[in-house]
């Protein structure tokens, strides 16, 4: 997916992809990670997720990436807070106490960036993209990611020749197959295949199954 397509979702306010509340999966499973309240918690494709609040109200330093300045302004406007803007690195960054949202590419990314990091919360961001670009995000997170980081994965798996991505179908055997490598991996939790929510049922997408997985970074 390039970055245009992403740019002229938010442009456009084409947001189908965005909760008006807290993952309901965050909060019954982060609790299940083992990350302490002092240690960061790195949202990646961040868009505006009101998941990053409830991150920070555990305690969390938040550090979101997100391609689209829009979003990113949207994030803090919502909360109610002023956001800092400055440069770190290659990024434009938006900062406010205990959020900092670095507006670039995640692929941009480098460990010292993710230095503090000790939780990841993924909804939406694997599943957002293409099969060629997935392999690429997981190598990159293997990368950035401290050793001993653990993840909150979560996917979905339906018939793709019924719905075009994104989200794409993301089967447990690819999650393995990209993160296996580097990270341990317990699968939390599986729901469905299910009824799909209206919006895909009218992209023609009869089932839908949910994946909720925990991914721990391997010490190098
Ligand atoms: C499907 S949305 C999910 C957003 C968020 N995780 C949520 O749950 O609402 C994917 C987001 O990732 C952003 N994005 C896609 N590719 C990116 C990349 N390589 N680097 C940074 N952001 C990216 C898009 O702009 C979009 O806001």
Not at 137 to 150: F, N, S
Request: glycine content about 8%; proline content about 6%; some cysteine.
């Amino acid at each position: 997916m390039k970055a245009e397509f992403w740019h002229e979702r938010w442009e456009a306010n084409q947001l189908g992809f965005h909760q008006n509340e807290v993952n309901d999966l965050l909060k019954r499973h982060w609790k299940t990670l083992d990350v302490a309240a002092a240690e960061t918690a790195f949202v990646p494709l961040c868009g505006k997720s009101l998941d990053m609040r409830w991150l920070r109200e555990q305690g969390h330093p938040v550090l979101g990436v997100e391609f689209s300045p829009i979003a990113c302004r949207d994030f803090f406007a919502e909360a109610g807070t002023q956001a800092r803007q400055g440069t770190t690195g290659q990024f434009k960054s938006y900062a406010s106490e205990g959020y900092e949202l670095y507006c670039g590419d995640f692929f941009d990314l480098t460990r010292k960036d993710l230095a503090e990091v000790g939780g990841v919360f993924d909804r939406g961001s694997l599943v957002a993209l293409p099969p060629e670009l997935r392999r690429r995000y997981a190598t990159h997170m293997a990368e950035i990611l401290p050793d001993g980081a653990q993840i909150l994965l979560l996917t979905v798996d339906y018939d793709q020749s019924e719905m075009k991505g994104p989200p794409h179908s993301v089967p447990d055997d690819e999650v393995a197959s990209l993160f296996e490598k580097s990270f341990t991996l317990d699968r939390l939790d599986q729901k469905g295949p299910s009824d799909p929510p209206p919006p895909f049922k009218a992209r023609g997408l009869s089932s839908i199954s949910e994946s909720i997985c925990r991914l721990e970074r391997r010490n190098r």
